[in-house]
């Protein structure tokens, strides 16, 4: 059984999606991010950078328990537990991790950015705005280049098409809109009709 401490937030969404493509055995933890629960000393056994997502596997390599967080680290994990969604040639398993690494350290954080100064804060700097939505409309278009001729953005539908998935679907979708970005709209729309993603996509929180 694998133990998934998550929130309603792109990475958040990440482990969630996993979880339900492979079928592995878990259950979902709420840390309410508006309480400060990621800062709770328990939690913060689990995530030492109080952030989520984080994982327990009890039954990990040899049986061992296994304490993991880092939305990127935890997706390459569960692709290499359950042998999905991760290819197993050394060529096609570098790509997938380009577009990881990409994702996960530089996606998720220049939209994180956009989200916090566009969206959420009640200081309004335009500066900041209009920095954050520039890097925003420059990943899209990356990505919309690279999808005219590739189906997912590592190959095959893979953990490199998870870790931004969520971050197009909250802030590309509703903020920005994906007109200008033909093949970014084909991909998510594909990526949005998988039973496993949808099974997902449920909010537990109100």
């Known amino acids: 059984m694998i133990d998934c401490y998550t929130w309603i937030t792109d990475n958040g969404y990440k482990p969630r ?21 990621q800062m709770e000393p328990e939690f913060m056994k ?28 935890i997706l390459k994990y569960l692709a290499e537990k359950s042998g999905k ?28 950015q956009f989200g916090h100064w566009t969206i959420r804060s009640p200081i309004k700097a335009p500066p900041a705005q209009q920095h954050y939505e520039a890097n925003l409309r420059d990943m899209l278009g990356v990505l919309d280049r690279h999808l005219a001729t590739h189906d997912y953005v590592g190959g095959d539908y893979s953990i490199a098409d998870m870790t931004m998935y969520s971050d197009v679907h909250i802030h590309g979708v509703r903020d920005i809109g994906l007109g200008d970005y033909p093949n970014v709209k084909r991909w998510h729309g594909a990526i949005e009709a998988r039973p496993a993603v949808q099974r997902a996509w449920v909010p537990f929180a109100s």
Do not use: N
Request: a neutral charge; proline letters at 9%.
């Open 85 to 112: 969604f991760y290819p197993s040639d050394p060529a096609k398993r570098a790509k997938v991790d380009q577009w990881l690494f990409y994702g996960s350290a530089t996606f998720t954080t220049l939209a994180q």
């Open 17 to 37: 999606v996993m979880l339900e493509e492979t079928g592995l055995p878990h259950k979902i933890i709420p840390v309410d991010l508006r309480k400060k629960a």
């Open 46 to 73: 689990i995530s030492p950078g109080h952030k989520i997502p984080a994982i327990v596997d009890h039954d990990g390599p040899g049986g061992t328990q296994v304490t993991l967080c880092e939305s990127g680290a």
